[in-house]
């Protein structure tokens, strides 16, 4: 589809358990990019041990595709994951693009990981929101906090998702807001773990998009939990 263009770079490390004297890691890049309607997704791992059963959900505009399993992923070796971006909208402007990653080590120990890019259909556009997470320790659960900023001289009807990982829950990942002109709103999330390993961080982004004068604006922000 004309008007579309992705680039986007994920890094990823897992770090399996491993007795003290050593560990092993798996470190997986992937990169997307698309023109018109064809998406194509390239998977490398850089770690130092083989990933399993590996597969991709891409989300646009909450339509998901999801690949096949690639069931071992050895070091240094890629994959390639071509996607369809059959993408419509009556608004021009930048979307949101969410690429999951799930993976397994050696163990059938399950991680996944997130990250979320824009892209610009027809047209880009520019945000007038700012938008930042507040880093936390998380031990079982805890208040994450996403802050937004209207730059602008106009008022904002706003909605913000909240984009995490497999391993953590929120209880409420959506919210919309009025954000009126030259002003700031904080918003509190609450987080719980549902599968993460105690001492690991994981990536968490926070997506603000709104329409106006027929167009359609994200902005994006990431943390760490």
């Given at each position: 589809?004309?008007?579309?263009?992705?680039?986007?770079?994920?890094?990823?490390?897992?770090?399996?358990?491993?007795?003290?004297?050593?560990?092993?890691?798996?470190?997986?890049?992937?990169?997307?990019?698309?023109?018109?309607?064809?998406?194509?997704?390239?998977?490398?791992?850089?770690?130092?041990?083989?990933?399993?059963?590996?597969?991709?959900?891409?989300?646009?505009?909450?339509?998901?595709?999801?690949?096949?399993?690639?069931?071992?992923?050895?070091?240094?070796?890629?994959?390639?994951?071509?996607?369809?971006?059959?993408?419509?909208?009556?608004?021009?402007?930048?979307?949101?693009?969410?690429?999951?990653?799930?993976?397994?080590?050696?163990?059938?120990?399950?991680?996944?990981?997130?990250?979320?890019?824009t892209f610009d259909y027809k047209e880009a556009t520019v945000?007038?929101?700012?938008?930042?997470?507040?880093?936390?320790?998380?031990?079982?659960?805890?208040?994450?906090?996403?802050?937004?900023?209207?730059?602008?001289?106009?008022?904002?009807?706003?909605?913000?998702?909240?984009?995490?990982?497999?391993?953590?829950?929120?209880?409420?990942?959506?919210?919309?807001?009025?954000?009126?002109?030259?002003?700031?709103?904080?918003?509190?999330?609450?987080?719980?773990?549902?599968?993460?390993?105690?001492?690991?961080?994981?990536?968490?982004?926070?997506?603000?998009?709104?329409?106006?004068?027929?167009?359609?604006?994200?902005?994006?922000?990431?943390?760490?939990?």
């Open positions: 589809m004309k008007g579309i263009k992705i680039i986007l770079l994920l890094f990823i490390i897992a770090v399996a358990i491993m007795p003290p004297v050593a560990a092993s890691y798996i470190s997986i890049q992937s990169a997307v990019t698309a023109a018109d309607n064809k998406t194509t997704i390239k998977v490398t791992n850089f770690g130092d041990e083989a990933a399993y059963n590996i597969q991709l959900s891409l989300d646009v505009n909450n339509k998901k595709t999801v690949s096949n399993v690639q069931r071992q992923l050895g070091v240094r070796e890629s994959f390639q994951w071509a996607v369809p971006l059959n993408f419509e909208s009556k608004n021009p402007g930048k979307y949101p693009l969410i690429l999951t990653t799930s993976y397994e080590d050696a163990n059938s120990y399950p991680f996944s990981a997130i990250s979320v890019s945000s007038d929101i700012a938008a930042a997470i507040n880093n936390i320790k998380l031990s079982d659960k805890g208040m994450l906090e996403v802050k937004i900023k209207n730059t602008a001289d106009t008022a904002k009807d706003v909605n913000i998702r909240l984009i995490i990982p497999k391993e953590l829950t929120a209880k409420k990942d959506k919210l919309s807001a009025m954000l009126l002109e030259k002003s700031e709103m904080s918003f509190n999330f609450d987080v719980e773990k549902f599968s993460a390993l105690t001492g690991s961080s994981y990536a968490v982004f926070a997506v603000v998009e709104y329409d106006e004068d027929n167009k359609h604006y994200t902005s994006t922000a990431n943390g760490a939990v």
